[in-house]
């Protein structure tokens, strides 16, 4: 062979292999370069709802208790538990005189009602026409130990008037009222007193369920 002719054969061949290399993969042989692999894009996920908190179930209604009934207080075992201070619409009141020298008086006074009352501390006595009061004589007894007073029943209490003097000028009546610890307004009952002397010396004792004690203080 010549020199040219072998020259030739081995351009064909390099030329052969060229092509070899150069052409398409199998991926591509079905023609037409090989499209690209599509890379999927990341996808930003669209923002969560917000979730409503959870409702708290609502608690049943708690029905109205009914009101308790008012206890009734029972009845007191005290009898005397509901009599109550005597005032001067439930008596009539007289005066005596019992020892002229000293112009004392005898003072009583009567249950005109139906019903019991109680008789407390001193009688309030003042000079008809004279302002002032006869001071109280000697303790009282509290209102436990009052007298209590039925009906058409008497109590007496003692007027003491002095020895007259310079100072000291007569009346012929006086009035009366009664102490009910209370703001009960009472009318004041009078009783004649003729010849009674007023001085500083005027006093009168707490009522008493009888004449010799009230006059004896």
């Known amino acids: 062979m010549s020199t040219v002719r072998r020259a030739a054969v081995v351009l064909v061949a390099v030329s052969a292999l060229a092509l ?7 991926d591509g042989a079905a023609g037409g370069p090989a499209a690209p692999t599509a890379t999927p894009s990341a996808t930003t996920p669209a923002p969560a709802k917000p979730t409503a908190p959870p ?25 005397d538990y509901d009599v109550f201070p005597c005032s001067t619409y439930d008596l009539t009141f007289t005066a005596s005189l019992a020892e002229p020298t000293t112009s004392s008086y005898l003072l009583k006074i009567t249950n005109k009602t139906g019903k019991p009352c109680r008789v407390i501390g001193h ?9 002032g009061h006869a001071t109280a004589r000697g303790a009282a007894p509290g209102i436990e130990e009052a007298i209590k007073l039925a009906p058409g029943q008497t109590a007496y209490a003692g007027l003491m008037g002095g020895l007259k003097g310079a100072k000291s000028k007569t009346v012929s009546s006086i009035a009366m009222t009664m102490e009910t610890d209370s703001d009960l307004k009472q009318v004041p009952l009078k009783a004649s007193t003729p ?6 010396d005027n006093s009168v004792t707490a009522w008493m369920d009888n004449a010799e004690d009230a006059l004896s203080l």
């Open 20 to 26: 070899t290399a150069c052409g398409p993969s199998e």
């Open 195 to 200: 010849g009674f002397n007023v001085s500083d």
């Open 123 to 131: 009688p309030v006595v003042t000079f008809v026409g004279l302002d």
């Open 55 to 79: 409702t708290a179930p609502s608690k049943p209604s708690t029905p109205a208790k009914p009101p308790t009934p008012a206890k009734s207080v029972p009845p007191s075992t005290d009898p």
